[in-house]
């Protein structure tokens, strides 16, 4: 027997004896615990079913670093430990609602030097303001907006199409279809959830 099979044959060998064992004793499960952030998908208020909390790949991101995730828009002090912190490459935030206007926004250009913001808003922007606030943030900014029915106006469309951080739509909508999103000038992608 040559030697690469003879160790495949132990370590198959052992991977059985692992197995024959049989489950060790069951130990009570830790209680679920939830993230301090919270989740703006976590629920069915918006009419969105659970998503969980999103997490960014990038495969073309080689970068060592740390991704800091908010729920709401940072405050200030929040944004000065960001600044202290080495290595933050990502901010996301993962909003349940639209900011009004570019008020709520302006101190996200306090943001790291070096690190992006990914923002990920639900539904359709509740006015044009909303929608042009994103237009003011000074730092690069990724937006994807995620919709759960096709759009109630055309004018809608033109204010995300207006939205130059807009990186792509996704919409949950079942069956998919490209109904009222013709004049979208962005990707369009359909998720659907398995429960």
Known sequence: MRPRHAL????????????????????PAP?????????PFGDTAHGMPGLGTPL?????????????QFSRVPDRAELANLNQELN??????????????????????????DCDLIVILPGYPPTRGAAQ????VQIPTRIIVMVNQPPPSH??????????????VIAM???????????????????????
Not at 31 to 39: A, I, K, Q, V, Y
Not at 56 to 68: A, E, I, K, N, W
């Open 8 to 27: 495949a044959m132990i370590v198959l060998g052992a991977l059985s004896s692992c197995t024959a064992a049989g489950p060790p004793p069951s130990t």
């Open 31 to 39: 209680p679920e615990t939830h993230s301090p952030l919270g989740s």
């Open 56 to 68: 960014v790949l990038d495969p073309t991101d080689m970068r060592l670093g740390t991704t800091v």
């Open 88 to 113: 933050v490459v990502h901010v996301v935030l993962a909003l349940d609602q639209w900011p009004a206007e570019y008020a709520n926004l302006q101190e996200l250009d306090r943001l790291p030097p």
């Open 133 to 136: 606030a994103w237009n003011m």
């Open 155 to 168: 004018l809608a469309i033109t204010d995300l199409n207006e939205m130059r951080g807009l990186e792509r």
């Open 173 to 195: 909508i079942d069956p998919p279809s490209r109904s009222g999103f013709e004049s979208l000038q962005r990707p369009l992608n359909f998720r659907r959830v398995v429960p």
